[in-house]
């Protein structure tokens, strides 16, 4: 056997063991996430309700319409508080809640947001108390992600924990996890994530940033086989090299 041909097998042999160790700390890396298997931009909801019973006689918004806090929702027509002028109570205005010269009242928005449901319509009667629409607060968007895992994965997922969100135009959010529900449904457990996203990247993404958007998430679960813990130990190796090399 030449010498050549004696460098080809090692070499041969070289490039087959890197490729055995690429796929298999692939294969790691891989083990060490999951895709929701549904996901959807999500916000907190807040109602808006009435002081005094009364006919909606008009309606300044529709399921959809973006509205600002201060704005009108509605204006309601209220025999109560009528009676309540004639007897010279007082009704003082206030951030949501305002009295007009004609003896009717106007809900206002508390929050700057999206309508998410009218319940209520023109024409319609709106009891005291009661919610005349719902709407979601555009400052506390979060993604609600379902997962569907093994028992033995969910203990793997960690308070805070990565998770990559992908918009429909393909546009990268990093997210964390913060707070998760589970159930068990035939052996799996379903595990239901709120994930939170900075604040900062929403003005990025325009209109896409908005409750019922649907988004692909992966969440990065923890991952202790032995491989993982030696690539993730080789890691912070070379990075303390590297800082006292260069420090």
Known sequence: MTW????????????????????????????????????SMDAIEYPVGTDYSGTVIEQFVVQGDAVA?????????????????????????????QVNDDGTYTVLSSVNGLVQEVAVQQG???????TLA?????????????????PKDFERIDQGARVDVTLPNDQKLAGTVESI??????????????????????????????????????????????????????RTLISDVREALFA
């Open 4 to 39: 050549a041909t004696r460098f080809k097998m090692f070499f041969g042999v070289i490039a087959v063991f890197l490729l055995v160790l690429a796929l298999t700390v692939a294969l790691s890396h891989r083990k060490g996430e999951t895709d929701a298997s549904s996901a």
């Open 181 to 234: 529900e589970v159930a068990t449904v035939e052996d799996k457990a379903v595990a239901t994530a709120r994930v939170d996203i900075d604040e900062s990247q929403f003005s990025e993404q325009g209109g896409l940033m908005t409750p019922g958007t649907p988004v692909e998430a992966t969440l990065q679960l923890r991952n202790d086989d032995l491989l993982a813990t030696s690539v993730a130990e080789l």
């Open 124 to 130: 319609g009667y709106a009891a005291g108390g009661s």
């Open 134 to 150: 719902t709407i979601a607060a555009l400052d506390s968007l979060f993604v609600s992600a379902e997962f569907i895992l093994d």
């Open 69 to 97: 806090a201060g704005d009108p929702i509605a204006r309601i027509q209220s025999t109560q508080l009528l009676q309540d002028i004639d007897d010279e109570i007082s009704v003082p205005d206030s951030e949501v809640f």
